[in-house]
Antibody
Framework: EVHLLESGGGLVQPGGSLRLSCVGS????????MSWVRQAPGKGLEWVSG????????YSADSVKGRFTISRDISKNTWYLQMNGLRAEDTAVYYC???????????????WGQGTLVTVSS | QSVLTQPPSASGTPGQRVTISCSGS????????VYWHQQLPGTAPKLLIY???QRPSGVPDRFSGSKSGTSASLAISGLRSEDEADYYC???????????FGTGTKVTVL
């Protein structure tokens, strides 16, 4: 059974940094792409960043380019989202979502984690 | 600002059929598979339809998806109270080089 578990959320001041983690289980880690998707309070879903299963393809939304970096540690079955230069508008629940293919630029998401809340406020 | 447009709300009585539209362009829906996700209140999204019209195991056949040109639709037949949720379409956008989600539709069962 596929499981995704996020962690690392919390309260951070504007301009600060935070690293989110997503541990995956129940599927071959390096075979599938993965993305981070966020949802601001009372708002819709917004794709943030994604990575191909092979690790070679990385993509980010314009709203986070230059500030957020996606990475992974195969030995730990874990993806990360390093978030720097955080702004109030980055406040959201952040979900990791498993791709249904190995490509980071194809297909869609078939499993979601439960989410971790990031609050950017002074 | 989302590039995929959905109606903000839809409603029906138990047993009725409800249809949700998702309008895009040639760079997203017109070129790529469409996925639909259901988000029950206070929970994470869940995959409902993949690759335009395919249902994952465990999803009732009351849910069906279709795509034509630059638009897609999700239909819920035999509406039930547990279908009250937010529904989002999603796809890859070749021009933006990223995934895009629809604006979301809140379904209410009257």
């Amino acid at each position: 059974e596929v499981h995704l578990l996020e962690s690392g959320g919390g309260l951070v001041q504007p301009g600060g940094s935070l690293r989110l983690s997503c541990v995956g289980s129940g599927f071959p880690f390096s075979t599938y792409a993965m993305s981070w998707v966020r949802q601001a309070p009372g708002k819709g879903l917004e794709w943030v960043s994604g990575m191909s299963g092979g690790g070679g393809g990385r993509y980010s939304a314009d709203s986070v380019k230059g500030r957020f970096t996606i990475s992974r540690d195969i030995s730990k079955n874990t993806w990360y989202l390093q978030m720097n230069g955080l702004r109030a508008e980055d406040t959201a629940v952040y979900y990791c979502a498993k791709g249904d293919s190995g490509s980071g630029s194809y297909g869609g998401f078939d499993y979601w984690g439960q989410g971790t809340l990031v609050t950017v406020s002074s | 600002q989302s590039v995929l447009t959905q109606p903000p709300s839809a409603s029906g009585t138990p047993g009725q059929r409800v249809t949700i539209s998702c309008s895009g362009s040639t760079s997203n829906i017109g070129s790529n598979f469409v996925y639909w996700h259901q988000q029950l209140p206070g929970t994470a999204p869940k995959l409902l339809i993949y690759r335009n019209d395919q249902r994952p195991s465990g999803v009732p056949d009351r849910f069906s998806g279709s795509k034509s040109g630059t638009s897609a639709s999700l239909a819920i037949s035999g509406l039930r109270s547990e279908d009250e949720a937010d529904y989002y379409c999603a796809t890859w956008d070749d021009s933006l080089r990223g995934f895009v989600f629809g604006t979301g539709t809140k379904v209410t069962v009257l």
